[in-house]
């Protein structure tokens, strides 16, 4: 999930050993993604080059685009998706759902943000600040809502193409969404698995009432 992640690739003690060609383009995602960072701590994320980052990274250009097609898939893509769908299939069946997103997103952000809080406040200051990354987020918000249309249909009985799966689907990417802005537009001061709880609460009992 792209907002929530730190653009790591996590690899459970229990996977099977990848092959050689498939390690080789794990180290070859992972080299261009450090490169990207660097530079753009660096320089700035405009003044960063595909070029740049192609030398950097001690590849071609022809071989980012091959992983990348665009500069800011380098920022947002990640492994993150089809590890979420995995631990959400791995989590009881009798399991309530919102128990099970819970505990979910909260691994996430222990693997996504706080093992490499740099990359994460990183990349959600890019989400703000550069409406080029921000635009290609939203395009990746479907695929990961589709993904997770197939995990609430699979656990729930229900049509993944249903209207209520799908806005709950949605719903849940969005928040998630708003919720890595929202940390990145106050300073990154919030603890972040603080506020994915609250958006949590806000999408499983609504709008709470205001304090007065």
Not at 5 to 22: C, F, K, V
Not at 147 to 156: G, P, Y
Not at 187 to 193: I, K, L, N, Q, S
């Amino acid at each position: 999930m792209t907002s929530m992640t730190a653009a790591r690739t996590t690899s459970p003690a229990d996977r099977p050993r990848l092959g050689l060609r498939e390690r080789k383009k794990i180290k070859t995602r992972e080299a261009i993604r450090t490169a990207t960072y660097a530079l753009i701590k660096e320089q700035g994320y405009d003044a960063t080059t595909i070029e740049q980052i192609a030398d950097r990274a001690e590849v071609s250009p022809s071989t980012v685009f091959r992983y990348f097609p665009a500069k800011e898939d380098i920022v947002l893509t990640d492994e993150s998706d089809p590890v979420l769908l995995e631990k959400l299939r791995a989590r009881p069946v009798d399991e309530p759902w919102p128990d099970t997103i819970r505990h979910v997103m909260r691994e996430a952000v222990r693997t996504g943000v706080e093992q490499d809080p740099e990359v994460a406040r990183l990349r959600t200051r890019l989400m703000v600040q550069v409406p080029a990354v921000r635009s290609r987020m939203m395009e990746s918000m479907s695929v990961t809502g589709r993904m997770l249309c197939t995990a609430i249909a699979e656990r729930t009985g229900r049509d993944p193409d249903s209207l209520e799966v799908r806005v709950y689907a949605m719903s849940l990417v969005g928040g998630l969404m708003e919720t890595s802005l929202y940390w990145a537009e106050n300073g990154h001061r919030d603890d972040f698995a603080a506020l994915v709880d609250r958006t949590l609460d806000i999408l499983q009992h609504g709008l709470p009432r205001e304090n007065r």
